[in-house]
């Protein structure tokens, strides 16, 4: 049987940094670290612990004894609660002064790296209304607010289109006003969630596992076409032609509008088939000339304008004079390898997303690219002595993978074909920071370059320059 956490106050904690996953840290009287979830550096805080460890313990600030002057009003009327901007209540300038820490600290304290001066954080010009996709869940049972609670209401109406509130599956917080995405985003979903509540058509129940309406994506694109998808649940063809019959006559610049009828107990969509229902089944995204078709699967940078930063940033390391073979290891739909192409005299892409690399392949094809190659498979697997024989020995290897970082057989292939040089982006510098210090004995990091994509959260790109050494 589990022991219960004993929950203690302390009083009078400075909050000195901010940590991993958007905490900040406070310490404890006997010195142990407090992760706080809702302070800011510079706070003078109060705190009951919600967790205790060996080493550390969780907390939350219950009354604030100084404000840090790195603090900022939120815009968002649902901050605290949503848990999807949580450092809302931080002006950026000190975003990106945590986030450079962030980097800095990885690469020393887990890569114990030799680094040259780290270039300043590139910070995104757009600090909201930034991301092309959003996805909002349905419900029938939507959160009660503390304050809603406290008022002993019997609230009839109680669907809701929103986010999950963390941590909770079946428990999802009605969302009035987003400002993550672009309108006509927050106009699509309050006008979807107006009329399936005139409609009376039934949001999607979790636990019971009924109802009609599961989820809604949105994608917009620099283009200015918008994707819409809603997710059903039961296949109810009168419901379901009325609420997209609604929509596309409501939002006629909706340049595809698409549906899943989705009766498994999760809502992914990978496994489903998704059914046009006006429009086309794709949108455009453009970046520097190159046109790319995007689908309701496919994978896009989420940020679009700081993708093309980042992008920028990954070709300025790779130095192409035009008669490298580059290997492109991680693709995805090739956004990266048919960017840097004019430069290359080859580019191979390498992904194990059947899908992704069927994409990258159309995309290549629709922006009259002949200089790339895509491949899917496993990457320890397809990434080996055999693929090289046969593709060539690469003169400069790009690799941008998942949050996970390298597989460590992918970084000991890595080591055995040795290229010249080694640009590699990354979504999560700890993981990052890990994968380098197995290369660097072989290779000298040369430039580091930190780029925000994503303001108003602790989530930060970083891109390193490897260079082997003499």
């Avoid at 985003?185 to 109802?211: C, H, M, W, Y």
């Avoid at 109810?236 to 595809?256: D, G, S």
């Avoid at 969509?269 to 089944?281: F, K, L, M, S």
């Avoid at 989420?302 to 130095?319: G, H, I, M």
């Amino acid at each position: 049987m589990r022991r219960k956490n004993k929950r203690q106050t302390f009083e009078n904690v400075q909050v000195i940094d901010a940590g991993a996953k958007g905490k900040t840290v406070g310490k404890a009287p006997d010195g142990r670290v407090i992760f706080l979830s809702n302070a800011v550096p510079g706070d003078v805080v109060d705190v009951m612990t919600t967790k205790k460890r060996k080493a550390y313990f969780e907390g939350v600030a219950t009354h604030f004894h100084e404000l840090s002057d790195k603090r900022t009003e939120p815009v968002c009327q649902h901050f605290g609660v949503c848990g999807g901007c949580k450092w809302q209540h931080m002006g950026y300038e000190h975003q990106l002064f945590f986030k450079q820490k962030e980097v800095e600290n990885n690469l020393k304290r887990i890569g114990h790296l030799d680094l040259p001066e780290i270039s300043p954080i590139l910070g995104s010009k757009k600090q909201y209304f930034y991301r092309n996709k959003m996805e909002f869940s349905f419900s029938n049972s939507r959160w009660l607010t503390k304050k809603e609670i406290a008022s002993q209401t019997d609230f009839e109406d109680r669907n809701a289109l929103g986010f999950h509130i963390p941590g909770m599956w079946d428990k999802i917080l009605d969302i009035k006003k987003c400002h993550l995405q672009e309108d006509p985003s927050n106009a699509i979903r309050l006008e979807v969630k107006q009329f399936a509540t005139a409609n009376k058509l039934a949001f999607f129940d979790p636990r019971k596992q009924e109802g009609l309406l599961r989820t809604l994506m949105i994608r917009t694109a620099s283009t200015g076409e918008i994707m819409v998808l809603l997710q059903f649940f039961e296949d109810n063809k009168t419901e379901r032609e009325l609420v997209l019959n609604h929509l596309k006559e409501k939002f006629p610049q909706i340049t595809a509008l698409l549906y899943v009828i989705n009766s498994k107990p999760n809502d992914t969509i990978y496994d489903q088939e998704v059914i046009c229902y006006a429009g086309r089944d794709h949108i455009f995204e453009e970046m520097e000339g190159l046109q790319f078709k995007i689908n309701a699967k496919s994978f896009y940078q989420t940020n679009s304008e700081q993708a093309f930063e980042l992008y920028k940033v990954t070709r300025d390391f790779a130095n192409l004079s035009g008669d490298e073979l580059v290997y492109d290891l991680y693709t995805g739909t090739g956004t990266i390898a048919q960017f840097i192409a004019k430069d290359a005299k080859k580019v191979i892409g390498v992904e194990s997303v059947p899908e992704a690399i069927a994409d990258a392949k159309a995309n290549a094809e629709h922006n009259h690219i002949s200089n790339v190659e895509f491949f899917v498979g496993d990457m320890k697997n397809v990434f080996n002595d055999e693929f090289i024989a046969q593709h060539g020995q690469p003169d400069v290897i790009i690799t941008d993978p998942p949050r996970d970082g390298m597989h460590k057989q992918v970084v000991e292939q890595l080591l055995q074909v040795a290229p010249p040089k080694i640009v590699y982006v990354s979504c999560n510098s700890a993981t990052q920071a890990r994968d380098l210090s197995l290369m660097k004995e072989m290779y000298k990091v040369t430039k580091v370059q930190p780029v925000d994509m994503f303001p108003q959260t602790h989530h930060v790109e970083n891109v390193v320059l490897l260079e082997k050494r003499v």
